[in-house]
C-alpha cells in the first residue's frame, strides 16, 4: 500500500479529509505533526513528531523514520512546514518544490524581490523592522500603502493606512501582534520583519493550481465578490468559476506561472493570490501548499476514465506521481462562505443553522467555533467561525445562496468585560 506523508500543523478538519480520501483510495496516509516529542502519541494518530522551528532535527526525524517505513510521497498543509516538506523531498529523491523556492515562498519580502526581478508587475514595497523608527519609516511613504507581517496568512496582521497618522497607528498593531505569545512561540526570525506597499486597486482572485514538474495546471479561479478595499482584508466569499473574460483569465494564469517560476517553484500544489486592474496582473503570492481550511469542499474534479474526486484525492494522486492532465473541474458553480468574526468576545453558541441549510443552492453549513471559544476578528484573529458551502448555474446565483445562509445565522458572543465581571462577582 503506497505511503504519503502528510506535514501539518495539527491534526484537525483538513487532515481528516485527506484521511477519508487516502481511505477511498488505498493510500496510507503518515503524519508529521508540530507537537512535543516527549509526548507519547497523545493524539493516536502515530505521527511523526517534529518541531517546526528546529527544521534541521524536523528534517531528521522524518528521514530516520522513512528509513524504517519508506515514503512514496508527501504533501503539506499550510505555509509553516513548507521547507521541511521541500527538504524531505530533496533528500528522499520525491518530486517536490526546491528548499530555497518554498524559503521565498512563504516569504512576503523575498516574494516581492523575486517577482521585481522577474519583470512582473508588483507594487512599490520597502521592508521595515517591527523595531524601526515609525517616524522614518513614515517619511518614505506614499499613501495609500498597506503594511503587513513577512510571514503570517490568512489577511492575519494585514492593513491599510490612508495617511501618516493612520500608518503610525497601523505600525503599532502590527508591532504589538507579532509580540503575541502564540507569534512569539513560533521562534521565526521573519516575526521581526514587516513590509510596507502601496495599495494595489481591482478585482482579487485566488488560484488553485498544481505544478507538474514545472507546468502549471489550474484547478480553479475564485473570484472574490466582497470588495477587499482595507482598512483590514478579511477574506470572507470565494466563488469558481471566475467571472473575469476569457482574456484575462488567460493572463491570470500565465502571471501566476511567471510567478511560481520566477520563485522556483516546480513540483506541486500551489495556492496564489492576484489582483487584477487595469495595468495588468499584480501577483501578490504563490504559497507551496493546497488551499487552506474546509475551503476544499468547495470543489469536485472529473475525468473521463475515473469516477468524480474531491480536491485531497486529486493531490494524492499526483503525490504518487500522476499527471493533473485530463482533470477538470466539475461544471456547476460553486463556492464556500468562510464566516468572519463580527466582535471580539466569548462564542457561547449559534441559531439558525438549520434555516441557513434550507436555503436554495446551499450544500452544508459547518460551525466550526467552539462553545467558550474567545473569538478574535482580523487583524488580530486568526480563525473563522465556520463555513457556508453552495453550488448552482451561475457564480452570482452561488455568491446569492452563501450571503442568504449567512443572513439566517445569529451567533451569540458575550464581550470579555461581562465575561470577567460575572466571574469576579461569583467570587
Known sequence: MPRILLLATTTGYQTRAFGEAAERLGVTLVFATDRCHMLEDPWRDGAIAIRFHDEDASVEAIIEAAAVAPIDGLITLGDRPTVIAARVAERLGLAGHLPGAAIVARDKEKTRERLRDAGLHVPWFLPSRIDADVNAVVSALRFPCVIKPVSLSGSRGVMRADDADQFVAAFNRLLALLRLPDIRAERNDAHERVLVEGFIPGRELALEGVLHHGTLYVLALFDKPDPLDGPFFEETIYVTPSTLAARQERDVTEAVAQAAAAIGLRH??????CRVNDQGVFV??????PIGGLCARALRFRHETMAACSLEELLLRHALGESPDGWTREEQASGVMMIPIPAR???????????????AGVDDVTITAKPDQLLVPLPEGASYLGFIFAHGGTSASVTQSLRGAHTRLRFAIEPELRV???AHGSM
Open 345 to 359: 468576545g466569548i462564542y457561547r453558541g449559534v441559531s439558525g443553522v438549520d434555516a441557513a441549510r434550507l436555503v
Open 268 to 273: 506541486g500544489p500551489v495556492h496564489a493570490e
Open 284 to 289: 501578490l503570492e504563490v504559497a507551496a501548499r
Open 420 to 422: 470577567l465581571q460575572s
